[in-house]
């Protein structure tokens, strides 16, 4: 149960790392004039993220199937959008160095296969010629509603899979059609995404005349992104105690 256990709480963190990391080819493509390539690469890495379900989700059933209790399986998430969230805002402060590693990409897949020039450009990152750079984030750079718009997004992305199994361990008798309730909270968080923030960002990348905003709308996004980690850690927090404290 342990390897499980450590197993699902890497195998999530690391496939939403690789999503939001996808961010940085957008920035890069923007950086670089090169916005179908940067947007296009972006599409294939968080394909790429979605392959880690096939670990995920088996281990999580199984977990689930094997009569894990509500507390241990509360403390399995909470660990799990603790390090997500840990993650998320190392990538957001380092934003720069990771759109500066798709720079070295694109050059290298000039000559080269994607998947031949991710591992060249793992293997050696220097180039012959200078990196663009694009400003760190500060607070500064948000804009409050495509923030608020983001979190509400992802606050269902994100929890999907964990709150139907979480309803699967509650009513052990009736989990296989109470984990079918993944695709409604996928659902609803990807019509926002897919309506909303992601043509909002296209459109302002696309924009050359402003030269600040698309910017903006990255941190944004990402922002709200980890904000929708950052209260589940605290709704789970919360949960957790009143069922430790209260009904103990």
Same mark, same amino acid.
């Not at 080819?25 to 493509?29: E, Q």
């Given at each position: 149960m342990y390897f499980l256990i450590i197993v699902i %709480?890497?195998?999530f963190a690391l496939m939403h790392a690789i999503e939001i990391s996808s961010f940085g080819?957008? %920035?890069?493509?923007r950086i670089t004039a090169r916005t179908a390539l940067g947007t296009t690469l972006a599409l294939t890495i968080y394909t790429l993220s979605r392959f880690i379900l096939i670990i995920f989700l088996p281990a999580l059933g199984y977990l689930v199937e094997s009569g894990i209790s509500v507390n241990n399986y509360l403390i399995l998430v909470t660990l799990t959008f603790i390090l997500t969230a840990a993650i998320s805002i190392i990538i957001i402060l380092k934003l720069n160095r990771l759109q500066q590693f798709y720079q070295v990409l694109f050059h290298k897949y000039s000559d080269h296969t994607i998947p031949v020039a991710l591992i060249k450009s793992l293997i050696n990152s220097t180039i012959e010629f200078k990196l663009r750079v694009c400003d760190e984030f500060n607070f500064s750079h948000l804009i409050f509603k495509k923030t608020l718009v983001s979190f509400i997004a992802y606050m269902f992305l994100s929890t999907g899979f964990f709150i139907s199994f979480l309803l699967a361990v509650l009513y052990p008798e009736n989990r296989l059609t109470v984990s079918q309730f993944t695709a409604a909270f996928h659902g609803f968080g990807a019509v926002i995404f897919a309506f909303y923030l992601d043509p909002m960002l296209s459109r302002s990348i696309d924009s050359h005349s402003d030269d600040t905003t698309w910017?903006?709308?990255v941190y944004s996004i990402l922002f709200g992104r980890f904000l929708?980690?950052?209260i589940m850690i605290i709704m789970l927090l919360i949960f957790f105690l009143y069922r430790f404290f209260w009904l103990s």
């Open positions: %709480v890497f195998s080819s957008r %920035v890069a493509g910017l903006k709308n929708s980690y950052l």
